[in-house]
């Protein structure tokens, strides 16, 4: 660790903190690594501010968002139990900085996953339940000007994730066919499918539990993992409400506040 890479998880903590957007920290990360490295020193962090990590965010898994972002591989993010809200619950403004919102189906694990190489068989097996997820991203940086690094640097871009509350057991489901939707208001803003994520979003948690455990953080128990948006993200608005419905998995719904002196 380098005094570039605290510099970086300041610059970012600066902007939590502020509220304010900050300029990007590719300046001083150098490589997917070190922006993993800031990564660490912010989840360090915030551990130890007494947060509990419920689990992990898959991002930039899809072809539309990797072309929205301009960047092209995934990577991951850590989920803190204050960053879950209930589904429907009112999102207040300015809880996410420069929030976009995406559909994606969340895995909740019951088992560990351990090994360096994991198969969709130890994925399914050690899964109890998926759930329709809307997981509402956000950046610290600019006006999303962001690079691999920054989004790495910066939590994957996390924000908060609102879970559907009807478990299904995967051998009842599709996930690579199936269709997720997701409007504002009855207008359609972002549609898409199981497969555009990363081919299969089993395949997207089986990138994360062998990701995860060569770094010695494996995946446990009672994890949450939001395998990555199935379409585009889109930009939120204050008094949007967004309902996403994800075949076989039902639906989900984020709302956010109006802006201050609005109603909706
Ligand atoms: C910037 C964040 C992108 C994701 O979370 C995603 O592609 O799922």
């Known amino acids: 660790m380098t005094d570039d890479h605290r510099a970086a998880a300041a610059r970012l903590l600066e902007a939590y903190a502020s509220g ?3 300029e990007p920290v590719r300046d001083l990360v150098d490589g997917l690594e070190s922006a993993y490295t800031v990564q660490s020193l912010l989840t360090e962090r915030w551990l130890g501010e007494g947060r509990r990590l419920t689990g992990r965010k898959i991002g930039l898994t899809s072809e539309a968002v990797q072309r929205q972002l301009g960047v092209g591989s995934p ?3 850590a989920l803190f139990a204050d960053m879950a809200v209930p589904d429907g619950q009112e999102i207040p403004a300015g809880a996410v900085l420069q929030p976009r919102a995406e559909a994606e ?3 909740v694990l019951e088992r560990d996953l351990p090994h360096e190489r ?3 068989a130890d994925v399914i097996a050690a899964t109890a339940f998926a759930l329709p997820a809307i997981e509402v991203v956000g950046s610290r ?3 999303w000007d962001i690079t691999l690094a920054d989004t790495v ?7 908060l994730y609102v879970l559907g509350t009807r478990p299904v057991l995967l051998r009842e489901v599709d996930l690579r066919l199936a269709g997720m939707v997701m409007e504002r208001r009855g207008e359609q ?3 898409g499918v199981g497969a555009a994520c990363l081919g299969h979003p089993l395949h997207a948690a089986v990138w994360l539990a062998d990701t995860l455990a060569v770094l010695g953080q494996p995946l446990r128990a009672g994890d949450t993992v939001l395998t990555g948006a199935l379409g ?3 930009p939120v608005r204050p008094g949007d409400v967004l309902e996403a419905r994800i075949d076989g998995l039902g639906d989900v719904r984020a709302a956010f506040a109006a802006a201050e002196g609005e109603t909706t």
């Open 232 to 234: 585009p993200v889109v």
């Open 118 to 120: 994991h198969t969709v």
């Open 75 to 77: 990577d991951f993010g």
């Open 153 to 159: 640097a910066d939590n994957a871009s996390s924000g």
């Open 141 to 143: 940086i600019r006006d």
């Open 105 to 107: 189906v969340a895995l």
């Open 20 to 22: 304010r957007p900050c």
């Open 189 to 191: 803003v972002s549609t």
